[in-house]
């Protein structure tokens, strides 16, 4: 039977070894692969693109199983950015480089979507009169 990617683990277990030991985790993205949504304009020249995923540089982010997704600024802009786990080419510390690289990995059939912004409606906060 075959076994699921050991790839998302690595990064969760990488990621919290980095910033317990008081760290910046970074991690190395393959621009080009399907279904990543990065800024385009950061990719260099060979596709691919390093980015910073410090808990002090993020917004609600997600080390899923399938996916990597988080909000972060550049350029004062805010962005959501979305990166499939097999797009993860390697997580290290920034201080010291400590980490690790991963092997290719083919991209599934069928590549996982960002998730969708819940409805406003849902969330839409309302008020009401209280005597």
Same mark, same amino acid.
């Given at each position: 039977?075959?076994?699921?990617?050991?790839?998302?683990?690595?990064?969760?277990?990488?990621?919290?070894?980095?910033?317990?030991?008081?760290?910046?985790?970074?991690?190395?993205?393959? #621009?080009?692969?399907? &279904?990543?949504?990065?800024? =385009? !304009? *950061?990719?260099?020249?060979?596709?691919?693109?390093?980015?910073?995923?410090?808990? #002090?540089?993020?917004? &609600?982010?997600?080390?899923? =199983? !399938? *996916?990597?997704?988080?909000?972060?600024?550049?350029?004062?802009?805010?962005?959501?950015?979305?990166?499939?786990?097999?797009?993860?080419?390697?997580?290290?510390?920034?201080?010291?480089?400590?980490?690790?690289?991963?092997?290719?990995?083919?991209?599934?059939?069928?590549?996982?979507?960002?998730?969708?912004?819940?409805?406003?409606?849902?969330?839409?906060?309302?008020?009401?009169?209280?005597?």
């Amino acid at each position: 039977m075959p076994m699921s990617s050991s790839r998302p683990y690595m990064i969760r277990a990488l990621y919290e070894w980095i910033v317990d030991n008081a760290c910046t985790p970074y991690i190395l993205v393959n #621009a080009r692969a399907t &279904g990543v949504e990065v800024p =385009q !304009e *950061h990719v260099n020249k060979d596709g691919q693109i390093v980015l910073n995923i410090s808990p #002090a540089s993020v917004v &609600g982010l997600d080390l899923s =199983q !399938e *996916h990597i997704a988080f909000s972060a600024r550049f350029g004062g802009i805010p962005r959501d950015l979305f990166i499939p786990s097999y797009a993860v080419l390697g997580i290290y510390a920034r201080e010291n480089g400590q980490g690790m690289v991963f092997d290719a990995e083919p991209e599934p059939p069928t590549p996982p979507e960002p998730p969708k912004p819940e409805g406003d409606e849902e969330k839409r906060p309302s008020l009401r009169v209280v005597k």
